[in-house]
């Protein structure tokens, strides 16, 4: 579907649109092949259309007469999920968006929002580039945010000492997705300046404002992500500085009862050695004298290690 500019937006076939009126347009990658020829692009661009790329790279060619562009789309409420993938051909006057994969038609629906908000007045390419773009990143500070209240709660919970098993794994997960974010805006951030260049010089100079915009709030958005894993790992550096102090809690018990019980090993020792002459072996009270001796020193250490605060 093609749609021009004029005092309204209509709905135009693409043989029938004018060069001199600003186009957005929304098709699919085996749509393009039928109508690439008629546009000018290249063949390898309408070839990079049939593929999705795996990982986050600047995907931008610059050519005389039109840029392309091809993004990975990232759902920030669940970046394991499969990713959305769009081309973009940027022509004078004209923005083509080629659905590569939608799984949620989330492409359709920003490039639908888009083409209500922009009013035919005031509308430029530089806007309508920026617009769709914005699309993109809509709502991403509000998951952010709440990507933040849960690092926290986390955080409360290791004050609490309330942590399962499961809370390293926790702990990984969420540096991989914040990882996959950083690379997501990096992504956005390389295509704005590549594009803010204009080396075809395909838009005005007083337009590439909306890129400066656009480009700012991705900046911020990368920023804001990298605050958040610098959390997680001061995160996960207290949580090992808490199983630590377990471990060093436990051990410590261990050595007071190592340290209680080592005299009484040496007095069970001593009395249990077998000569003739001991004095309190034919003793009436000697068993009672030994218990009562064990249980002095137990009391003694006991009151010892109170006053010094080792426990």
Not at 100 to 116: E, G, M, W
């Amino acid at each position: 579907m093609f749609y021009q500019f004029d005092d309204d937006v209509t709905s135009v076939m693409p043989k029938d649109l004018n060069e001199n009126m600003l186009a957005f347009g929304f098709i699919n990658a085996k749509e393009l092949q039928d109508i690439y020829r008629y546009f000018g692009f290249s063949l390898q661009s309408v070839e990079k259309c049939r593929e999705m790329s795996s990982f986050f790279s600047s995907d931008i060619e610059v050519y005389d007469k039109y840029s392309f562009v091809k993004i990975n789309v990232v759902n920030v409420n669940n970046v394991h999920v499969d990713r959305n993938c769009f081309a973009l051909f940027i022509k004078k006057n004209m923005l083509l968006v080629v659905n590569i994969a939608d799984k949620n038609c989330t492409n359709r629906n920003i490039f639908l929002h888009v083409l209500s908000k922009i009013s035919s007045e005031n509308i430029t390419l530089e806007k309508l580039v920026c617009s769709f773009f914005e699309g993109l990143i809509a709502g991403d500070n509000k998951e952010l945010e709440n990507a933040e209240l849960e690092i926290n709660n986390l955080e409360e919970t290791v004050l609490k000492n309330k942590a399962d098993r499961n809370f390293n794994m926790k702990l990984l997960n969420m540096k991989k997705e914040l990882l996959i974010l950083r690379g997501y805006y990096e992504q956005l951030i390389d295509i704005s300046e590549a594009l803010r260049e204009n080396e075809n010089e395909i838009f005005d100079a007083e337009g590439l404002k909306s890129f400066n915009i656009f480009t700012d709030k991705a900046i911020r958005l990368k920023e804001n992500v990298d605050l958040l894993r610098d959390s997680v790992v001061h995160l996960w550096d207290a949580y090992q500085a808490y199983l630590n102090m377990r471990l060093n809690q436990t051990m410590k018990i261990f050595t007071l009862m190592t340290t209680i019980f080592f005299p009484i090993t040496i007095i069970v020792g001593w009395y249990g050695m077998n000569f003739d002459f001991m004095p309190e072996l034919h003793w009436r009270y000697g068993y009672l004298y030994v218990m009562i001796l064990c249980l002095a020193v137990v009391f003694c250490l006991l009151f010892w290690f109170k006053k010094k605060k080792w426990f």
